[in-house]
């Protein structure tokens, strides 16, 4: 596949061989960045891992930078009160449900109380693919409701290691400062190793990089 111009000016300025420490991967990054957009710092993680393993969860970002999601809730009586005080876009129960099987999808996260997933399981097929079902994993299933719109609120985000054993974390725009970024990729690395499966040995984090948007990788110390 052919390289931009502006890619391969980026890349005179890497040395692909080597292992850079955090602080000049965040800067090498943001100076190569060259887009004529506020292009997205993002982190790759390689993890030794077996197939059956899951490496997933959330966790809150010390320095937020995306834009605010649209919750909604599905919950009832006083629960349903609560998700509208604390800032849920949209509450309701079976009739959110059937308003979402006739093709309404106007949300970006779905928060839901245990007692109606019974019903919410019934849109499987269309929230599942679209990785939007709620989930106890990702705690948007849960009876603090409260306590789930303020985390979103503040930045909440999931992180999920594909089936080759890479996680991929937006964690900054170009325009943030270095250490806000640095301080962002910091949590979101130790949040992956608090998921280390019993079993694996050695190294857990066995590669990482940072990249641009638009921009070649830059590898990582892992230590």
Same mark, same amino acid.
């Given at each position: 596949m052919a390289k931009s111009k502006r890619f391969r000016e980026a890349l005179t300025k890497i040395d692909r061989e080597k292992t850079y420490g955090l602080m000049e991967a965040v800067d090498l990054v943001r100076s190569t960045a060259t887009a004529k957009f506020d292009e997205t710092v993002e982190v790759h993680l390689k993890l030794k891992m077996r197939s059956k393993d899951s490496v997933r969860d959330t966790f809150v970002m010390p320095h937020s930078f995306i834009k605010e999601k649209r919750i909604l809730v599905f919950a009832r009586g006083e629960k349903a009160d609560e998700a509208r005080s604390a +800032? /849920? !876009? &949209? &509450? +309701?129960? #079976?009739?959110? @449900? #059937?308003?979402? !099987? +006739? +093709?309404?999808? $106007?949300? $970006? &996260?779905?928060? /839901? =109380? %245990? $007692?109606l997933m019974r019903e919410v399981g019934k849109l499987g097929p269309i929230l599942g693919r679209r990785g939007l079902m %709620? *989930? %106890?994993? =990702?705690q948007t299933v849960t009876n603090d409701v409260a306590g789930a719109i303020a985390e979103l609120k503040r930045g909440r985000v999931e992180f999920r290691a594909d089936k080759t054993g890479v996680v991929h974390m937006p964690v900054g725009k170009v325009s943030m400062e270095s250490q806000q970024i640095i301080e *962002?990729? =910091?949590?979101? @690395?130790?949040? &992956?190793r608090k998921k280390r499966p019993a079993e694996v040995k050695g190294e857990f984090v066995t590669s990482a990089a940072v990249s641009s948007t638009m921009g070649p990788g830059v590898r990582v110390a892992t230590r």
């Open positions: +800032g /849920a !876009r &949209v &509450v +309701g129960a #079976e009739e959110l @449900v #059937e308003q979402i !099987r +006739g +093709g309404w999808m $106007d949300f $970006d &996260v779905a928060v /839901a =109380t %245990p $007692d %709620p *989930n %106890p994993k =990702t *962002n990729a =910091t949590v979101f @690395v130790a949040e &992956v």
